[in-house]
């Protein structure tokens, strides 16, 4: 199994089934997992207060995440009448149709292995702790629930019209690596984001990346970097206004879009909504 760019996958393809999902097999983490779960829980949980979007951190106060490797099946009994979403464990990255499958029927596909203790600051591949903690919190919101099932639904139709790489840009760049406007300041509800040590803090307190609002055809057309913190951030007002920029139909948008040189990750234009550092407090133009 390789992925999107063609290097050898870290997970173990040999037992799924044909929807790519496997039995979690909790038992057989071991005890040094089990703690290396509960170091990576401890050092998140000292920074979400401050950084996290409200919605992640209500759901997160109410889950029991900080034992040690969850049981996908106790979530679920949780996650269904929350939201109707379940978690499905899988080997690691799934093909893009079966990813979108699953979350266009409402199943959010989990990686069942952890990094090893000298990834503990970086992992080139998602695994549990990352879909886990990252993930899981926001399928207890309910709008946040269906923009992913939208999401899902919304893939299908890109990977007909070989629009997947604009599509995926959105992912990237809300469930990812998303910011959102608070009173106190910009709180983050991205998964990259809330499992990772360093991003954290970055994307609201460093005065190095761009911070944009939230504007889905300039995000579609912006690239975006996997090997380093992000070079910008897109901010939104709230998951209703996410929701409400994504419903209509993007076939109209992907035309538009098609053949226009993307931006780099980097760029600003004068278009944009620049946001100043951390504070929520939007200046007139970017210059
Ligand atoms: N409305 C989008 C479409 O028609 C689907 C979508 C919804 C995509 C939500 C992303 C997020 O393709
Ligand atoms: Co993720």
Known sequence: ?????????????????????VDQDWEGYSPAQHELWRRLYRRQ???????????????????NFGEGIPRFDAI????????NWQLVAVPGLVPDLVFFDHLANRRFPVTVWLREPGEFDYIVE??????????????????????????????????????????????WYTVEFGLIET????????????????????????????RIGFDLLRIMRTQYKID????????IRDFEQLFEATAPDFTRYYE???GKEPYPAAAVLATDKVYNRGSGVRTSSSA
Do not use: W
Request: charged share 20%; aromatic share 12%; hydrophobic share 35%.
């Open 1 to 21: 199994m390789t992925g999107e760019t063609g290097h050898e996958l870290r997970g173990d393809y040999s037992r799924m089934r044909p929807d790519y999902t």
């Open 45 to 63: 949980m000292a920074l979400v207060p401050r950084y996290a979007s409200d919605e992640f951190c209500d759901t997160l106060a109410t889950l």
């Open 76 to 83: 679920n009994r949780m996650l269904r009448p929350a939201s």
């Open 126 to 171: 998602p695994d549990v702790f990352h879909d886990f903690f990252g993930h899981v919190p926001m399928l207890f919101n309910p709008v946040f629930a269906d923009y992913m099932q939208a999401y899902g639904r919304g893939g299908i139709k890109a990977h007909a019209l070989g629009a997947i790489e604009m599509l995926a840009r959105l992912y």
């Open 183 to 210: 009173p106190r300041g910009l709180r983050t509800y991205g998964a990259g984001i809330l499992s990772s040590g360093g991003e954290i803090g970055y994307c609201v307190e460093s005065p190095e990346p761009n």
């Open 228 to 235: 380093t913190f992000q070079e910008t951030y897109f901010v």
């Open 256 to 258: 538009q879009l098609r």
